[in-house]
């Protein structure tokens, strides 16, 4: 067990529609990471969170949004869903901002129909 | 951004053989990662390596990053070290993982 949680595990829902994933960072940790793992583009990053401010983007599409809260947990908005973006979407967080150990939640599958 | 290869893609092992899994990138980085994706899907974090050599039972991983590259050492596999084994490295810049495209290992008892 890493310390790091994400819900929901697993995600169905149909096309057009928008879903909220959520991640609580280990305690203690101030960054959080997003990332997509789907078959054809392999494990990608999306954004960084460092207490509260955006640090780094990714290949994050428009239609995809993250914050980070005061309480250090993060959300990650997928809207207008395709086909395209069903995939595992993975939260990690570390200690510190920069080149720091990460670790990763569990991950939760989207499945869009 | 900064490109990272793996080799073999694929190995099929015999139980109690030994592997060394490869890792290139191809820019100076600060941060270096090994990860095993078991059939669950799960991240497992095996070694934080920037640089130099570690250990952890079975497995051994060496980051010489003046050369760009890593290894991952697994000896007397198992079974249960099936799966996808993914190094993800941090260019010098920060704030994000570059992963490779992974090595799929399948031991066989």
């Known amino acids: 067990d890493s310390g790091v949680t994400q819900t929901p595990k697993h995600l169905i829902t149909a096309t057009g529609q928008r879903v909220t994933l959520r991640c609580s960072p280990r305690s203690g940790d101030l960054s959080v990471y997003w990332y997509q793992q789907s078959l054809d583009q392999g494990l990608q990053f999306l954004i960084h969170?460092?207490?509260?401010?955006?640090?780094a983007k990714g290949n994050i599409l428009e239609r995809f949004s993250a914050q980070q809260f005061p309480d250090l947990h993060s959300e990650l908005n997928l809207s207008s869903l395709e086909l395209g973006d069903s995939a595992l979407y993975f939260c990690?967080?570390?200690?510190?901002?920069?080149?720091?150990?990460?670790?990763f939640g569990p991950g939760t599958r989207l499945t869009v129909t | 951004g900064i490109q990272v290869e793996q080799s073999p893609p694929d190995l099929i092992l015999q139980e109690g053989a030994n592997s060394t899994l490869r890792c290139n990138f191809s820019?100076?980085?600060?941060?270096l990662q090994w990860f095993h994706q078991n059939p669950w899907g799960q991240l497992i974090n095996l070694f934080y390596i920037p640089s130099g050599t570690k250990q952890n039972g079975r497995l051994s991983a060496t980051t010489v990053a003046t050369e760009r590259y890593s290894l991952l050492y697994i000896s007397s596999s198992q079974t249960t070290d099936s799966g996808v084994y993914f190094c993800?490295?941090?260019?010098?810049?920060?704030?994000?993982?570059?992963f490779g495209t992974g090595t799929s290992l399948t031991v066989i008892p």
């Open positions: 993800a490295v941090d260019a010098d810049t920060g704030n994000q993982f570059y």
């Open positions: 969170y460092y207490n509260g401010e955006e640090r």
């Open positions: 820019d100076s980085v600060n941060n």
């Open positions: 990690a967080s570390s200690a510190l901002a920069d080149s720091y150990e990460q670790y």
